[in-house]
């Protein structure tokens, strides 16, 4: 089912330059961490070290892994300029607090602002998250080589 | 059977949309009617009306918090859950239904 948002473009939250699909990480924190930078390089936010201290605190209320390998974090916070999306993938198994307790391949960090409430960022935001509930979209996160394809996944439409 | 529920997660980010995608997807593939109201930092969205609770048998709220607007309810046979089980296993819940309402 789609959320009914018919103008909006997912472009606004998710770039080719917020994905990268060979990441280095080998822990939740290293990967938390990369994406954090990602965001932080692209001037989606303006101080690292507390947007990363909002990721956990979030962390702390509740797993954010999916299950099938695809984890969620998400920090809304002060130190997010824009609200947007950055796509990380590992080869290397990430522990991670999960619905099946299997290891995260994908981490897909969700940054938000504090101010934000019902913009079309938070409304894309919503979207992304539904396209979430397909599985075979969560299948072909953990395989697809082209970042196009990620952003066209997450966009919800098929 | 027809299927109403609320979906509501703590940041209200992203789990409500989840949980709803899935106990829609998962209700419409078993061939029943559902929709589903989120209450999220946008705001509520897909309002139930009091015809969505009239035709309703059954109330899923599945929520990490206390969630607006239950009186609507009374009445009707509500089942509470995490949004994680339905996040997690849409199809349990479901079969658990079926099995309890006979429909």
């Given amino acids: ?158 | 059977m027809n299927i109403i529920g609320i979906t509501a997660c703590t940041a209200g980010i992203a789990h409500t949309y989840i949980a709803k995608e899935k106990l829609v997807k998962a209700a419409q593939a078993r061939g029943h009617w559902a929709k589903i109201e989120t209450q999220g930092t946008i705001g509520v969205e897909d309002e139930l009306t009091a015809e969505d609770v009239a035709k309703a048998d059954v109330v899923i709220i599945a929520a990490d918090i206390g969630v607006r607007g239950k009186e609507r309810f009374e009445g009707k046979k509500i089942v509470e859950v995490a949004t994680s089980i339905v996040i997690k296993s849409p199809n349990v819940l479901l079969d658990k239904l079926e099995e309890k309402l006979g429909k």
């Fill in chain 1, 1 to 158: 089912m789609k959320t009914g948002v018919l103008d909006m473009d997912i472009g606004d939250i998710l770039e080719e330059d917020l994905i990268e699909l060979d990441m280095s990480a080998a822990t939740k924190d290293e990967a938390i961490k990369n994406l954090a930078a990602l965001l932080y390089q692209k001037g989606n936010v303006t101080d690292k070290e507390a947007f990363i201290q909002d990721v956990y605190l979030r962390e702390a209320e509740g797993q954010t892994g999916l299950g099938s390998g695809i984890a969620i974090p998400h920090g809304k916070s002060d130190a997010v300029s824009v609200t947007s999306i950055a796509v990380g993938r590992t080869k290397k198994d990430l522990a991670w607090e999960s619905l099946d307790d299997l290891p995260v391949h994908v981490v897909i960090l969700f940054a938000v602002r504090n101010v934000d409430k019902t913009t079309i960022h938070l409304k894309l935001l919503s979207q992304v998250a539904a396209a979430l509930a397909d599985d075979d979209v969560l299948e072909r996160l953990l395989h697809t080589d082209d970042k196009a394809e990620v952003i066209r996944l997450l966009s919800n439409k098929m």
